[in-house]
């Protein structure tokens, strides 16, 4: 490969849409999501991508309608193993920053991409269901999943307990959305036909964000009412 062509390469890549999971995987490929979920539970600036999808998508790229369906192939052991742990080693490194930096981790102001409602609900989430099922629960919601773990260090829950229930959560959440993938793409194949698969998976990853994020809009409706029946909302 030369040098214009390695700098198309290189172009092509910082102009994936970091909301798209398809793209994420063909681009980037099983390294990719490694870094992907470690920067959704780790780093507070990845709250935004697409966890769940990704996931379930990458488990479609271990089967072998993979090229129709998301146009590269994955390593289905690579995916069992590599995504539980990058999960682990990120949520483990957002729970150490809140207990290092406390409060001050989240003293910015609300921007495009921050709310501090987001510090807020994962912390509500925390003090209502208690720290080992809350870490649990939390991969299962977006947004939740990234800010539990530096509030759950804020709030003192010692680092080996955390760890206890971050190994589990991550295990549930990461391998059961790729087993889900996986175990899906047969019977999706005797419905659509490999060749018009690629049609299909837009829908299929729209309905599986709905989905997730269907906790919190719940919780949010809940909110409201006991607000406007002057009941306190936690």
């Not at 991409?113 to 629960?137: D, S, T």
């Not at 059961?176 to 060749?195: C, F, M, R, S």
């Amino acid at each position: 490969m030369n040098t214009a062509e390695k700098t198309q390469a290189l172009a092509d890549q910082l102009a994936v849409n970091p909301l798209d999971p398809k793209e994420l995987i063909k681009t980037f490929g099983l390294l990719g999501i490694w870094v992907i979920l470690f920067a959704e539970t780790g780093l507070l600036v990845g709250f935004f991508l697409p966890g769940d999808s990704l996931l379930f998508l990458a488990g479609l790229a271990a089967t072998p309608i993979a090229d129709a369906a998301v146009g590269t192939r994955l390593s289905l052991p690579g995916l069992l193993i590599g995504a539980p742990l990058a999960a682990i080693v990120g949520a483990q490194l957002g729970h150490h920053l809140g207990a290092r930096y406390g409060r001050r981790l989240f003293a910015r102001p609300d921007s495009r991409l921050f709310r501090q409602e987001y510090v807020e609900k994962a912390e509500f989430y925390f003090r209502k269901y208690g720290p080992g099922k809350a870490v649990v629960l939390a991969r299962f919601i977006p947004i939740v999943r990234t800010f539990l773990n530096p509030v759950a260090g804020m709030l003192g829950m010692p680092a080996r307990t955390f760890l206890l229930w971050n190994v589990i959560g991550a295990i549930l959440w990461t391998d059961g959305l790729i087993l889900a993938g996986y175990l899906l793409a047969d019977q999706i194949t005797k419905v659509i036909p490999a060749e018009k698969i690629d049609r299909f998976i837009l829908p299929a990853v729209a309905l599986i964000i709905l989905i997730s994020i269907l906790p919190i809009a719940v919780e949010v409706l809940r909110e409201r009412r006991l607000r406007r029946a002057g009941t306190p909302g936690n």
